[in-house]
């Protein structure tokens, strides 16, 4: 089955600061890789996401980007403001047949102000 | 609209027990997806309905069962429940299955 490693368990910024958070995957069949916040207490909620026919999606202060020929993505903040601290899932799945969704373990987000 | 709903929001139940938690899609979401996040295991996939079918399954034993019913509302049952069941289990709705998916707040289950 898939496997997604995510790296940094824990990730410490100063305000204004860019964040870079990293996944590999393990299957060549993964074509839809979501980003999740998630807030101390509060539900996952998606960010932003990208398809294996794209190979960088932006959306204001966020961006993913996707290498496939090295099964990694990630995902980068700019100009980090102190509600950006959450913890932080990415996910990989293949959408053309079984959806099975696997997350990684989840980087913890501070963001000093 | 309304967003998705859960309940109960927290449940506390003894081993050996069963439980049914229920899942409230957003109005027009035809894909629920039920999650189990743990500290130690993080987020892990449990099982999808579309169209009242289970699609697709996750690594879990067969004492997770669910079902959805015909306006796409879904429940999540636990049999013979166990510690290690104690998790707080979230669900998603989305128009389909690769489509953007929105998480309910879950419920917190505690095993004694």
């Known amino acids: 089955g898939e496997n997604v490693e995510q790296h940094p368990s824990t990730l410490s910024v100063q305000e204004g600061d860019s964040a870079v958070i990293k996944c590999t995957y393990s299957d060549s069949a993964s074509n839809y890789f979501p980003w999740y916040k998630q807030e101390l207490g509060k539900r996952p909620q998606l960010i932003i996401d990208i398809r294996s026919n794209v190979g960088e999606k932006k959306d204001q202060r966020i961006a993913v980007t996707l290498n496939k020929t090295a099964k990694h993505f990630s995902l980068h903040i700019t100009e980090t403001q102190p509600e950006d601290s959450a913890v932080y899932f990415c996910a990989a799945s293949e959408t053309g047949g079984s959806y099975i969704p696997t997350f990684g373990r989840g980087t913890s987000l501070i963001v000093h102000p | 609209k309304a967003g998705v709903t859960q309940t109960p929001r927290y449940l506390i139940k003894t081993r050996g027990q069963q439980v049914t938690l229920s899942c409230s899609p957003i109005?027009?979401?035809?894909?629920v997806s039920w999650y189990q996040q743990t500290p130690g295991q993080g987020l892990q996939f449990l099982f999808e309905?579309?169209?009242?079918?289970?699609?697709n399954k996750g690594n879990f034993p067969g004492r997770f069962s669910g079902r959805q019913f015909s306006n796409s509302r879904s429940e999540m049952n636990v049999s013979t429940l166990e510690l290690g069941d104690s998790a707080l289990y979230l669900c998603?709705?989305?128009?389909?299955?690769?489509?953007?998916?929105?998480f309910g707040p879950g419920t917190r289950l505690t095993v004694t």
């Open positions: 109005s027009g979401h035809r894909s």
């Open positions: 998603a709705s989305s128009l389909a299955f690769d489509y953007e998916q929105y």
């Open positions: 309905y579309f169209s009242e079918t289970q699609r």
